[in-house]
């Protein structure tokens, strides 16, 4: 049985022709969840309402601005841990290097064309170690399989740019 456009006269507060309040009166005498909604509906709106607490506003802004300050904090110091934490792991991994260029200016000059030369050669054999994959591996993988590779790598491609985008239009913080 479909509910949807019962429950939505049911809940919203806008008034019903007379066409929508026959269908909906002959589907509460059917349906037990429906009937169930519109009692409590009913409940809750003669119910009383009650003021809120003397200074409710003002304490709750004030907690407001002190969720706030918290926050900061934390982002604060996660930030300055987050920093610190690397600036550590690259002092430890770039040490060596540094050490060595305390001394003369020719260690210098050499660990500078060591570095180059070592980052000529290994992109050198990255790029010949490519260039036999993408000769070789198109013969040995059926097209079928490349279609499938390459649609499956959209898919996730699309999946994550809609994912970003739904993430980024969620509203943050308090609205008014």
Same mark, same amino acid.
């Given at each position: 049985? *479909?509910?949807?456009?019962?429950?939505?006269?049911?809940?919203?507060?806008?008034?019903?022709?007379?066409?929508?309040?026959r269908?909906?009166?002959?589907?509460?005498r059917?349906?037990?969840?429906?009937?169930?909604?519109?009692?409590s *509906?009913?409940a809750?709106?003669?119910?009383r !309402?009650?003021?809120?607490?003397?200074?409710?506003?003002?304490?709750?802004?004030?907690?407001?601005?002190?969720?706030?300050r918290a926050q900061r904090r934390r982002?604060?110091l996660?930030?300055?841990?987050?920093?610190?934490?690397? !600036?550590?792991?690259?002092?430890?991994?770039?040490?060596?290097?540094?050490?060595?260029?305390?001394g /003369?200016?020719?260690?210098?000059?050499?660990?500078?064309?060591?570095?180059?030369?070592?980052?000529?050669?290994?992109?050198?054999?990255?790029?010949?170690?490519g260039?036999?994959?993408?000769?070789?591996?198109?013969?040995?993988?059926?097209?079928?399989?490349?279609?499938v590779?390459?649609? /499956?790598?959209?898919g996730?491609?699309?999946?994550?740019?809609? /994912?970003?985008?739904?993430?980024?239009?969620?509203?943050?913080?308090?609205?008014?």
């Amino acid at each position: 049985m *479909n509910h949807r456009p019962f429950e939505d006269w049911l809940l919203d507060d806008q008034p019903l022709n007379p066409t929508q309040k026959r269908e909906l009166d002959s589907h509460l005498r059917a349906c037990k969840v429906c009937s169930a909604i519109a009692e409590s *509906n009913l409940a809750l709106r003669s119910a009383r !309402l009650v003021p809120p607490a003397p200074r409710f506003s003002a304490r709750w802004q004030e907690r407001l601005v002190l969720a706030r300050r918290a926050q900061r904090r934390r982002t604060l110091l996660g930030s300055l841990f987050f920093s610190l934490g690397g !600036l550590l792991l690259l002092v430890f991994l770039a040490g060596p290097v540094l050490v060595s260029l305390i001394g /003369s200016p020719a260690e210098w000059i050499s660990a500078g064309v060591h570095a180059l030369l070592f980052i000529y050669t290994m992109t050198l054999a990255v790029a010949e170690a490519g260039s036999v994959l993408v000769r070789v591996l198109p013969g040995f993988v059926p097209p079928f399989v490349w279609l499938v590779l390459f649609s /499956s790598l959209s898919g996730f491609a699309l999946l994550w740019s809609v /994912s970003i985008w739904r993430l980024m239009r969620r509203p943050q913080g308090v609205t008014s």
